[in-house]
C-alpha cells in the first residue's frame, strides 16, 4: 500500500469504528473492498496487516462493540475473510481468536445487527472468502459455522439463502479437492468432515416431508454437479441417488422443477458420459411421472444429449410430442406416419393437463412449442425429424385459435374453446411454423401453410404483436419456398400467393392503428430479398403498397414514419417507385430525396431521423441516382443537418455517411462496404481533396464532434479522423507537393480548433492546415482515453480514502466524486 494511503487508513477507520459518524455509503465501502481485494492479490495480507495495525484495530472494535451500524459489521466481516483467504494471515488473525468471534456460534449472531439481511448476506460473503485452505476447513468444522449455513438456506431473504446454497457448494468442493484420486475410499463413508456434514444434511433434507427442505437439498446438489466434474461426484451420486428416486414415488413430488434441473446437471457432467449409476433409470422414471408441464425442460434436455441411450431418446420424444399429438387426435386428423407416437397411447397424464384449466393447457402447449423449436435446428436431434405431423400440427394450433376446425370429439370441443382468440398460444405456434420453413415438406402442406398465414394476416382480429409474428413466419416461408425451387424466378404457388399478399398489406398500411401501419417494415424486407427479381417486381409495382408507404411519410406516429422511412428508401434503391420511366422517374427521385431531407431538418422524434440518415448513407454507398447528380451538395446538406441535431445516434450516423464519402473521395476503402477504387490516392489530388473536405464542412464537423459530451460521438470522429490522417501519410504528406506550409495560416487554424470548444466554425483551411492539426493532436491517445469510459477521471485508493474523510469533515478536501 502506498505511504500516502497508510496515513489517511488510521483516521478512516476511526469514523468507520464510531457510531457517532455518519457512515459512508455503501458504494464507498463497496469499492475500498474492491482496492483491498486488488492489495491482497498484489501483495502478502499478512505483511498489509503488519504494516496498517488500524485495521486489526477495527475488526477488534467490531467484535468488542455491538453498537457499529450494519453497514459497518457486514463490511467488516468481509474484510475479515478476505484477509483470512491467505493462510498465514488465517493464522495470525485467529492468535487472538478475531475469527472464531467473528464468524462462530458466539459470533454476530448473538447481535440484534444479525437480523439485519446485509450482515447475514456479509457473514456468507466473509466465509466463503476465507474458506481457500486445509486450515479454513478445520475452522468451519470446529466453529459451528457450518451449521448456521445450514439454517441461512431456510433465510427470508433470498439472496441470502442462496449465497448459503452457494457457499455450502463451495466448501463441498473445498473439502473434495485432495480426494479425487483417491475417491473409492468413501465407498465406506469415509468423507472428510466437512463433506461429511454437508452430505448427511442433504441426506435428512432429501428424506423430509417438507417442499422447502428438499428443494434446499436439490438446489445445492444441481450447482455442485453442474460445476464440479471431479470422480468424487460419482461417488456422491451413487450415495444420494437411491433418495433422489424415492422422491418420485411421493404421492405429490416436491419441489419438482428443481428436480428436473438436477437430473438435467447430473447428464450433462463428463464424468456421467459413459457411466450409469442409477442416473438413467431415474430419469426414464422422471418421464413417466412428472406432469407434461414439468417433464418439458426434462425431455429436451435428454434429446440435447450426445451419449443419451437410444431408447430414452426415444421415449423424451414421445414425451415432447404428447401434447400435439392429443391436438391432432382431437381434431380428427391422423397424428403421423405408423409409429410416430406410439409410446403415447393412453397417455392420460396429458390429457388431464389439457383439460384441467385453461391456463395449465395454453402452458403445457407454448412450452411444447417452444421445445420443439429449440431442437429443431439442432445437429442432435432425433432422426428422422417428424417435419410433416410437426407442420400439420402447427397449422391446426393456428386454426384452432381462429375456430376453423371442426372438432371430433369433446376434448376437441373444449380445445377450440380454450384456444379461441389466445395471443399467447397464436404467437408460440406462429413462432414454431416460421421455424419449420427450414424443413422439407409436401407441397399440399405447404399450400395450407400459405393459407393459414393468409388468414391471420387478413383478420381483423389479429392482435399487432400476432400480425407481426405472422408477418415473419410469412417471410421466412417465402425465402424457404424460393430457396428449394432452386432458380431465381418465383413459383406460381408463390406469385399467387404475392397478389394476394399485397392486397392484404395495402390495407394493413391503411389501417386506423399505428402499430398496425408499421407493417412498412415487412415490404422493406421482402423488397431486399426479391427486389431484382422481374415477377415480383410486377407483381409490386400493380399494388398501390409503394405509393402508400410513401403516404406514411407524413404519419402521425413517429414509429410508422421511421418504418415508411426505411421502406420508401428500399423501394427508391431498387427503382420500385410507383413513377414512370425517365425524366419523370428522375424527378420523383429527387422529391423522394428532398422529403427526407426535410424530416431529417424538422421532424420532432429521433426515430424518422434516424431512419432518414441509415437510407441516405445506403444510397451513398450504392451510388443512387438521387445522391450521384451532385455529390457534394448533398454530403454537403445532410451533414448540415446532422450537426445540429441533439440525437447522438443521428450524429453517428452522419460521420459514418461522412466517412463513406471520404473512402469513396480518396478511393481507399475503410471497410468493407466502400467501393473498390486504386489503393493508394496520388499525392497531387490531396490538396484538392481535402479542400473539398473543408468546404463542405466535413472536417468542420469531424473536428467538432470530437468535443462530443456523448462518447460514441467523439469515438466515431476520432476513427474517421485517424483514417485520414493515415491515408495522407500513406501517400507520403503534402511536403512534396506545392510550398512550405504557411505558417500563420496554420497557427490561425489551431487556435481556431481550440475555441471550438465554444461552437466557433473552424472555417475553410488550406490542406497545410489541416495536415497540421491531425498532427498535432494526439488521437491515439484520445481514442484509448474513449475506450475507457467515464471512470478514469480519478481511480485510485488515495481519492476514495480522501473522499470518505472529507465527506464527514476530516479533510478539508473536496470529494472528486469518485
Request: proline share 6%.
Amino acid at each position: 500500500m502506498d505511504p500516502e494511503c497508510s496515513q489517511l487508513l488510521p483516521a478512516l477507520c476511526a469514523v468507520l469504528a464510531d457510531p457517532r459518524q455518519p457512515v459512508a455509503d455503501d458504494t464507498c465501502l463497496e469499492k475500498l473492498l474492491d482496492w483491498f481485494k486488488t492489495l491482497t492479490e498484489t501483495e502478502p495480507s499478512l505483511l498489509l496487516l503488519q504494516e496498517n495495525p488500524s485495521l486489526v484495530e477495527l475488526l477488534s472494535h467490531v467484535l468488542k462493540s455491538q453498537d457499529v451500524s450494519s453497514r459497518v459489521l457486514s463490511f467488516s466481516l468481509r474484510l475479515a475473510g478476505m484477509f483470512a483467504a491467505q493462510e498465514d494471515c488465517f493464522q495470525y488473525l485467529q492468535q487472538g481468536e478475531l475469527l472464531l468471534g467473528l464468524f462462530g456460534e458466539v459470533g454476530p449472531l448473538c447481535w440484534v445487527a444479525w437480523n439485519v439481511p446485509t450482515v447475514r448476506s456479509g457473514w456468507i460473503q466473509g466465509l466463503r472468502s476465507l474458506a481457500q485452505h486445509p486450515s479454513a476447513l478445520q475452522f468451519l468444522a470446529d466453529s459451528g459455522a457450518i451449521d448456521t449455513i445450514f439454517s441461512l438456506q431456510g433465510d427470508p431473504s433470498l439472496f441470502v439463502a442462496s449465497a448459503s446454497s452457494q457457499l455450502l457448494v463451495h466448501i463441498l468442493a473445498l473439502s473434495m479437492q485432495g480426494e479425487a484420486a483417491g475417491y473409492p475410499c468413501l465407498q465406506g463413508g469415509a468423507w472428510p468432515m466437512c463433506a461429511w456434514k454437508i452430505v448427511g444434511h442433504l441426506e435428512e433434507s432429501l428424506c423430509a416431508t417438507g417442499a422447502p427442505q428438499v428443494t434446499q437439498a436439490l438446489n445445492v446438489l444441481t450447482t455442485t454437479f453442474g460445476r464440479c466434474h471431479s470422480p468424487w461426484t460419482e461417488v456422491l451420486w451413487e450415495q444420494l441417488c437411491p433418495l433422489v428416486a424415492r422422491l418420485l414415488e411421493r404421492a405429490t413430488i416436491p419441489a419438482a422443477h428443481s428436480l428436473v434441473d438436477l437430473l438435467l446437471n447430473v447428464a450433462r457432467s463428463p464424468v456421467f458420459s459413459s457411466a450409469d449409476c442409477g442416473l438413467w433409470g431415474t430419469v426414464t422414471e422422471a418421464l413417466n411421472c412428472l406432469s407434461p408441464l414439468q417433464v418439458g425442460p426434462l425431455a429436451v434436455g435428454m434429446l440435447k444429449l450426445q451419449h443419451c441411450p437410444q431408447a430414452l431418446r426415444a421415449q423424451a420424444l414421445g414425451v415432447l410430442l404428447q401434447p400435439l399429438a392429443c391436438v391432432l387426435k382431437a381434431t380428427a386428423q391422423a397424428p403421423g406416419p405408423p409409429g410416430w407416437l406410439d409410446r403415447t397411447e393412453g397417455s392420460s397424464l396429458t390429457v388431464d393437463a389439457l383439460l384441467s384449466s385453461k391456463a395449465a393447457c395454453v402452458g403445457v402447449l407454448c412450452q411444447t412449442l417452444a421445445h420443439l423449436e429449440e431442437l429443431h435446428p439442432l445437429p442432435q436431434r432425433p432422426a428422422p425429424w417428424p417435419q410433416e405431423p410437426l407442420l400439420s400440427a402447427a397449422v391446426t394450433v393456428l386454426r384452432l385459435c381462429r375456430g376453423s376446425v371442426a372438432p371430433s370429439s369433446s376434448v376437441g370441443a373444449r380445445l377450440c374453446a380454450t384456444f379461441a382468440g389466445c395471443v399467447r398460444v397464436q404467437r408460440a405456434a406462429l413462432d414454431f411454423l416460421g421455424t419449420l420453413s427450414q424443413g422439407t415438406s409436401p407441397q399440399d402442406l405447404v399450400t395450407q401453410v400459405f393459407a393459414v398465414l393468409l388468414e391471420y394476416l387478413e383478420s381483423p382480429d389479429s392482435s399487432p404483436t400476432v400480425l407481426k409474428k405472422a408477418f415473419q413466419a410469412t417471410l421466412r416461408w417465402l425465402l424457404s419456398s424460393s430457396t428449394s425451387a432452386g432458380c431465381s424466378n418465383l413459383s406460381p404457388h408463390t406469385l399467387l400467393f404475392l397478389r394476394e399478399l399485397f392486397t392484404v398489406l395495402q390495407k394493413r398500411l391503411c389501417s386506423p392503428g399505428w402499430e398496425v401501419r408499421d407493417s412498412a417494415e415487412f415490404l422493406t424486407q421482402l423488397c431486399r430479398h426479391w427486389g431484382g427479381q422481374a415477377d415480383f417486381r410486377q407483381v409490386l409495382l400493380a399494388s398501390e403498397a409503394p405509393a402508400l408507404a410513401r403516404q406514411l411519410l407524413q404519419d402521425p406516429e413517429s414509429y410508422v414514419r421511421a418504418s415508411a422511412v426505411a421502406a420508401t428508401g428500399q423501394l427508391s434503391s431498387r427503382g420500385l417507385q410507383a413513377a414512370p420511366k425517365g425524366s419523370e422517374h428522375l424527378q420523383a427521385q429527387q422529391d423522394l430525396l428532398g422529403d427526407l431531407l426535410h424530416i431529417l431538418s424538422t421532424d420532432s422524434e429521433g426515430f424518422p431521423r434516424r431512419a432518414v440518415v441509415q437510407v441516405l448513407t445506403e444510397w451513398l454507398k450504392d451510388g443512387h441516382a438521387g445522391v450521384a447528380q451532385d455529390t457534394e451538395q448533398f454530403v454537403a446538406t445532410v451533414l448540415q443537418a446532422v450537426s445540429r441535431d441533439l440525437d447522438w445516434e443521428v450524429r453517428v450516423q452522419g460521420l459514418e455517411l461522412a466517412q463513406v464519402f471520404l473512402a469513396q473521395t480518396l478511393g481507399q476503402p475503410c471497410c468493407s462496404y466502400a467501393v473498390a477504387l486504386p489503393t493508394v490516392t496520388p499525392a497531387d489530388r490531396l490538396p484538392t481533396v481535402l479542400r473539398t473536405l473543408c468546404r463542405l464542412r466535413l472536417l468542420d464537423f469531424a473536428f467538432h464532434a470530437l468535443l462530443d459530451c456523448d462518447r460514441p460521438v467523439a469515438q466515431k470522429a476520432c476513427d474517421l479522423l485517424l483514417y485520414l490522417r493515415d491515408q495522407i501519410d500513406a501517400c507520403g504528406g503534402l511536403r512534396e507537393v506545392g510550398d512550405s506550409p504557411d505558417l500563420s495560416s496554420v497557427e490561425a487554424a489551431l487556435q481556431r480548433w481550440r475555441a471550438g470548444e465554444q461552437g466557433q466554425p473552424l472555417g475553410d483551411m488550406e490542406p497545410e492546415a489541416v495536415l497540421a492539426i491531425l498532427r498535432s493532436m494526439d488521437l491515439e491517445g484520445l481514442q484509448s482515453r474513449l475506450a475507457q469510459g467515464s471512470e478514469h477521471v480519478e481511480k485510485s485508493l488515495q481519492s476514495l480514502l480522501q473522499d470518505m474523510l472529507a465527506t464527514v469533515g476530516m479533510l478539508e478536501n473536496e470529494a472528486d466524486c469518485y
